[in-house]
């Protein structure tokens, strides 16, 4: 592992690193926010959506004054494979590609070579900042925004027991019935349409509701909820299975990063006490 950079914030330190990942077959960048002390800390992975790197939560979100407050660590990774070899839509679409991995293990060429996400975020990369940093593997949780909402929500229904808290904004909630998820998954998956069930958080929550109660912000005014977010469909879906789950929505808000900074102290705190 390689530190590409590290700065003081809020008396931790905000740092990247890069390593190369044998999961995805290139080397990774991501984010890691160490708060002041000893440990060991909970730890909190965050997923970022379409088109980020490692970069944006932690440049945009506005996290580290209170996750210095209350002693998390924050792991940010970047969303997708990068680097030669690593395949791209073939049009350069935002959508799909580098910069959106959508959090899965891909099964079909040429996607299934480099585009692991899952395992890498499941896997490889709890393993790598289990070894490097003061983290204490028993008090996890996953949070994110859009696709990785997403993926935050299919990882911790996938893997309740691993990461036990779980929050997100804006997330793609049902990807199997939306234009991005459907376009990433027939790529990705195939056509197959009964494997997109492992990776759709509305399917899973129908199978296997988690203990923990799930918290989704969600903007009124987000140019995305209607075609793409849907959180209704979670809402219904996770009512019927007894999944605890609070939706907030929350009034003119859009889907950036604004968003995101002005309720991610709550997320934190939420988090935090559940951990
Ligand atoms: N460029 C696209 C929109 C891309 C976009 O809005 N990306 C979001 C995540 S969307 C779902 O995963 C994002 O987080 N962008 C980075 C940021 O820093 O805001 C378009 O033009 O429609």
Same mark, same amino acid.
């Given at each position: 592992?390689?530190?590409?950079?590290?700065?003081?914030?809020?008396?931790?330190?905000?740092?990247?690193?890069?390593?190369?990942?044998?999961?995805?077959?290139?080397?990774?960048?991501?984010?890691?926010?160490?708060?002041?002390?000893?440990?060991?800390?909970?730890?909190?992975?965050?997923?970022?959506?379409?088109?980020?790197?490692?970069?944006?939560?932690?440049?945009?979100?506005?996290?580290?004054?209170?996750?210095?407050?209350?002693?998390?660590?924050?792991?940010?990774?970047?969303?997708?494979?990068?680097?030669?070899?690593?395949?791209?839509?073939?049009?350069?679409?935002?959508?799909?590609?580098?910069?959106?991995?959508?959090?899965?293990?891909?099964?079909?060429?040429?996607?299934?070579?480099?585009?692991?996400?899952?395992?890498?975020?499941?896997?490889?990369?709890?393993? &790598?900042?289990?070894?490097? *940093?003061?983290?204490? =593997?028993?008090? /996890? +949780?996953?949070?994110?925004?859009?696709?990785?909402?997403? $993926?935050?929500?299919?990882?911790?229904?996938?893997?309740?027991?691993?990461?036990?808290?779980?929050?997100?904004?804006?997330?793609?909630?049902?990807?199997?019935?939306?234009?991005?998820?459907?376009?990433?998954?027939?790529?990705?998956?195939?056509?197959?349409?009964?494997?997109?069930?492992?990776?759709?958080?509305?399917?899973?929550?129908?199978?296997?509701?988690?203990?923990?109660?799930?918290?989704?912000?969600?903007?009124?005014?987000?140019?995305?909820?209607?075609?793409? &977010?849907?959180?209704?469909? *979670?809402?219904?879906? =996770?009512?019927? /299975? +007894?999944?605890?789950?609070?939706?907030?929505?929350?009034? $003119?808000?859009?889907?950036?990063?604004?968003?995101?900074?002005?309720?991610?102290?709550?997320?934190?705190?939420?988090?935090?006490?559940?951990?």
């Amino acid at each position: 592992m390689e530190q590409k950079s590290a700065v003081k914030s809020f008396g931790g330190t905000q740092g990247v690193y890069s390593h190369a990942s044998e999961t995805l077959s290139c080397d990774m960048n991501f984010a890691v926010y160490v708060p002041e002390g000893k440990g060991p800390f909970p730890v909190l992975y965050w997923l970022s959506g379409l088109t980020c790197t490692e970069e944006n939560f932690i440049t945009k979100a506005c996290a580290q004054r209170v996750a210095a407050e209350l002693g998390l660590v924050i792991v940010a990774p970047d969303t997708s494979p990068r680097g030669e070899g690593v395949p791209d839509d073939p049009d350069g679409a935002y959508d799909f590609g580098l910069g959106a991995g959508f959090y899965l293990n891909a099964t079909e060429e040429p996607w299934s070579t480099h585009y692991k996400m899952y395992d890498y975020v499941t896997k490889e990369l709890p393993t &790598l900042i289990e070894k490097e *940093f003061l983290v204490d =593997a028993a008090r /996890a +949780g996953i949070f994110g925004h859009s696709m990785g909402g997403h $993926g935050a929500m299919t990882i911790h229904l996938k893997n309740s027991a691993t990461f036990k808290t779980c929050s997100a904004f804006s997330p793609i909630v049902a990807p199997s019935q939306v234009p991005w998820g459907k376009k990433a998954f027939s790529n990705y998956l195939g056509p197959d349409e009964k494997t997109w069930i492992d990776y759709d958080a509305a399917a899973l929550v129908s199978a296997r509701p988690s203990d923990a109660e799930i918290l989704i912000d969600q903007g009124t005014a987000d140019n995305f909820l209607e075609e793409q &977010l849907k959180p209704e469909i *979670f809402a219904e879906a =996770a009512t019927k /299975a +007894g999944q605890k789950f609070t939706l907030r929505m929350q009034e $003119g808000y859009d889907h950036s990063y604004y968003f995101i900074a002005s309720f991610i102290e709550d997320h934190l705190r939420w988090h935090a006490g559940r951990l």
